[in-house]
């Protein structure tokens, strides 16, 4: 990974300020609702109390009978098609059965329906009636109460037996209608309004399941309430929904209604804030659809939880668009007994704009930092990535010049560290510049100097081989002795040359003059005077088919051709094979010598082009020993024209291939 990628990475490090941002706007956000929560429940708390002290008409304790408000004309006839819009509020009756009741100006209307798919018929007035299918109806009014038994062996209009003696003021005869089929039966009755009724008990008898055919147990009827209702409204707060339900959840009252938040330009927030508000910031916002629906029970887990007696509170997403509503729910206690529920629902706007405008605010101002710190690391990073790029470039092409600069070294004059850095490599190739100079000249120097004593040397030997021959003083042990002490000197003297040959040959490539020439035409002049040089050995030359122009010297070409020709010569046995090849390079050209032989040894493929460096000691026998020279040659060659000269081993293992790569030498300007 580069360094510019790594400074990217740390730049998106600072992301962790709008995520940190953004978990401070939510708590913000939770401390908000729950100081609104509080504060609305410790009302809805004051309220209860009010409604308790002031004797407000509350439901009793235990189970009751809701009536509902007959929104359509009823007909008793069996049928629930009247029903059908109070359906979704039935009561449930026994384990097998439903009760739905309603009331208009005139009547109080029930209607059962009983599933069951066996039944046992008879009339009401039948003796074995108690032992058949039937319903045992309880009429109460104040402290008294009076039994119907209901029953029929065949659909139609049935007249209800009393069971109980009169009563002043209730029903002496009920008639109702009996429907059934093979699902269950289904009786639908009146009561008049006038009788006064406040409790109702509805007992379903199955022979099958047997128990007391004429028990029935009463409970209290309840409906919505209007005078609880006006005194609701005067305890209820301005802009704020109130709503007593019984412990059932069914609805006794309800007053007030949510205030519309503002609509001014600060307070609509548009639809992109209430997205964020909702899927960002809001914790949890309950739909909306269970609490506005006009329905005569809310059916929540925050009205059981307050029935129980502990107070709840729920966020639901409001009617206007960005708002949220608060309902909280408390127990409304007496004597000890859970007689209610009072709801409390506030809509607000306050909530999700603060919340809004601090977390965009934060994000803006984050990411904001954020670009102006990313693109501050990113010009630092790509300045950075191009002053160690010319330091790079600087050491290479320092490396490419046999380890000498190539003009000044870059950034020095800088205070920073890359410009210690650059003083520091400027130090350390100004060093080994030196010591390449000097070795560069070694040759020349050591020459220079070992010529006097290598002929005083020479002489000595000379003058003391005739002293001895003149006196015939030389004994016959001496003369190997001086014979190998003549072969050492001949021996030095000849690298003394060697040196001082390469002195010459590195100054007569580098004053060499170039011209224009066709390469073809070189490598096919020198491929035709090798070929009989190669006696039994195979000679293949692979040339292009178009001329090949280069800018180079072709003398010192074909020099270094003879090179490795002489050294590929020398290492290919009988009967083997060489093969030249030149090629065309998108910088230039390359010439590669290739030879059947034994491999280069791992060691030595990186001293191969050094001078006075050779491989012929252990190859070719002999008593004079190779001086190293002529890949040196080939090397100053390829550097002359701006290339390189490289050894390796054939991929088959068969031989060696040596390559020359020529890109040319530069056009002296006039």
């Known amino acids: 990974m580069n360094l510019r990628r790594k400074l990217l990475l740390v730049a998106l490090c600072t992301l962790a300020l709008p995520v940190a941002g953004w978990l401070y706007v939510r708590q913000m956000e939770t401390l908000l609702r729950e100081g609104q929560a509080q504060a609305l429940t410790a009302s809805a708390r004051a309220m209860a109390r009010s409604l308790v002290v002031t004797d ?10 809701y009536v509902q408000d007959a929104a359509n004309p009823i007909t008793v006839d069996g049928y629930g098609d009247d029903w059908a819009p109070l359906t979704p509020w039935s009561q449930p009756l026994d384990k097998r059965g439903k009760l739905l009741l309603a009331e208009d100006a005139d009547w109080l209307y029930l209607y059962a329906e009983v599933r069951g798919a066996q039944r046992t018929r008879a009339d009401a007035d039948d003796p074995n009636a108690l032992r058949a299918d039937h319903l045992v109806l309880s009429l109460g009014k104040g402290e008294q109460s009076r039994r119907f038994l209901l029953a029929s062996s065949a659909p139609g209009v049935v007249t209800a037996r009393p069971l109980d003696p009169p009563v002043d003021g209730l029903p002496a005869r009920i008639t109702a209608q009996w429907q059934e089929d093979g699902s269950g039966y289904r009786v639908e009755l009146r ?13 379903v008898f199955d022979p099958a399941t047997g128990g007391d055919p004429e028990a029935v147990q009463s ?84 009205v059981r939880e307050a029935s129980a007696g502990k107070p709840a509170t729920l966020w639901r997403q ?9 309902a909280a729910a408390v127990p409304i206690e007496r004597d000890g007994q859970v007689r209610g529920v009072l709801l409390l629902e506030q809509a607000s706007r306050a909530v999700p704009l603060l919340a809004n405008r601090a977390l965009l605010g934060l994000l803006l101002t984050s990411f904001g930092v954020l670009l102006v710190a990313g693109a501050i690391l990113l010009i630092f990073a790509t300045r950075l990535s191009i002053r160690l790029g010319r330091l790079r470039d600087a050491a290479e092409r320092a490396q490419l010049n046999d380890g000498r600069l190539d003009g000044p070294f870059p950034m020095t004059s ?5 410009g210690d850095l650059a003083r520091s490599f400027e130090r350390l190739f100004e060093v080994v510049g030196g010591y390449t ?27 003391l081989e005739h002293a001895l021959e003149a006196e015939h003083a030389m004994p016959p042990d001496a003369a190997p002795y001086l014979q190998r ?44 005077a090798y070929r009989p040089l190669a006696g039994t050995r195979r000679m293949e030359t692979v040339l292009p ?54 491999p280069l040894p791992a060691a030595m493929q990186g001293r191969l082009f050094d001078s006075l460096v050779s491989l012929r000691d252990k190859a070719t026998p002999g008593d004079a020993p190779h001086l190293g020279l002529g890949l040196y040659v080939v090397r100053l060659v390829a550097e002359r024209h701006g290339g390189v000269a490289m050894a390796r081993n054939l991929e088959d293992g068969s031989g060696v291939a040596f390559t020359l790569q020529l890109h040319g030498m530069p056009r002296q300007r006039l």
Not at 321 to 326: A, H, M, N, P, T
Not at 568 to 592: D, M, N, Q, V, Y
């Open 56 to 65: 407000a008409p509350l439901p009793p304790a235990g189970p009751v009978w």
């Open 191 to 203: 009561v008049p309004r006038s009788s006064g009724l406040d409790a109702l008990g509805l007992a």
């Open 414 to 418: 800088s205070e920073d560290e890359i």
């Open 545 to 598: 088919h178009a001329p090949m122009t280069m800018h180079c010297a072709p003398e010192l070409i074909a020099q270094a051709l003879d090179k490795l020709f002489d050294n590929a010569l020398s290492f290919t046995p009988e009967g083997g094979w060489l093969r030249l090849t030149l090629r065309a390079t998108h910088e230039g050209a390359e010439i590669e010598l290739a030879n059947q032989g034994p």
């Open 485 to 528: 002490a003549r072969d050492g000197v001949a021996r030095l003297g000849m690298l003394v040359r060697a040196m001082s040959e390469a002195s010459r040959m590195e100054r007569a490539i580098a004053a060499a003059e170039p011209e224009d020439v066709d390469l073809v035409a070189v490598v096919r002049g020198c491929s035709e």
């Open 437 to 463: 100079d000097y070795l560069r000249t070694l040759a020349s120097k050591l020459s220079h100097e070992l010529n006097t004593p290598l002929a005083i040397v020479k002489s000595s030997l000379d003058n």
């Open 318 to 326: 409001g009617e206007a668009r960005g708002s949220v509503v608060l």
């Open 219 to 302: 409970r209290p009827l309840i409906t919505y309430s209007k005078t609880l209702s006006k005194e609701l409204g005067l305890l209820a707060l301005d802009g704020v929904q109130a709503r007593v339900l019984a412990p059932q959840g069914w609805l006794l009252a309800q007053t007030g209604r949510l205030a519309t938040p503002g609509t001014g330009p600060g307070d609509q927030p548009g639809w992109f804030a209430s997205l964020v508000y909702r899927s960002l910031l809001a914790n949890r916002v309950d739909e909306a659809e269970l609490w506005t629906d006009d329905v005569p029970r809310l059916d929540v887990g925050e």
